[in-house]
């Protein structure tokens, strides 16, 4: 089989196709339908300082050409993250990205520090607009 593998930021990926922040949660859900093996990365569901609920319903409108989502961040929050769902994330074999969202560089920080005591692979920085991420 050709040999798919790509070197981004010193981090070796098996392919260049890494599921979108968002679209593939933390993970668990599709791992149940798909090997997430064969993935080259999972950039996981955007995670905040403390948890969001997120928006009120409905957060997804079909549109003529695609569709909108306003989700809100929906998340359990940093320490959670780290402590339910990245340990089972990194049985899967495959790069595991943390996408982090904050109102601050400071916000920012604490998170980048609490995931660098981790074994996570890669830190993604979610720097979309937004009014505020509480
Ligand atoms: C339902 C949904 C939730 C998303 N949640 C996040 C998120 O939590 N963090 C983030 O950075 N991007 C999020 N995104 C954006 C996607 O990661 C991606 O950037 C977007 O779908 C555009 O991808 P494209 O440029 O390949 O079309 C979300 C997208 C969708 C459709």
Not at 24 to 36: A, I, K, Q, T
Not at 58 to 65: G, K, N, W, Y
Not at 100 to 120: F, Q, R, V
């Amino acid at each position: 089989m050709a040999d798919l593998s790509v070197k981004i930021a010193g981090m070796e990926f098996n392919n260049p196709l890494i599921a979108a922040s968002g679209t593939f949660g933390f993970g668990r859900e599709y791992g149940e339908f798909y090997p997430l093996e064969k993935l080259g990365g999972i950039s996981c569901k955007g995670i905040t300082l403390k948890r969001r609920d997120g928006n009120p319903v409905p957060r997804v409108a079909e549109t003529p050409s695609g569709m909108l989502n306003a989700v809100g961040l929906q998340n359990p929050g940093v320490d959670v993250f780290i402590k339910e769902d990245l340990p089972w994330l990194k049985q899967q074999n495959t790069v595991v990205i943390a996408n982090i969202a904050g109102n601050t560089p400071e916000e920012y920080c604490e998170m980048a520090e609490k995931l660098s005591d981790t074994d996570i692979d890669m830190i993604e920085m979610n720097i979309s607009d937004r009014k505020s991420v509480v």
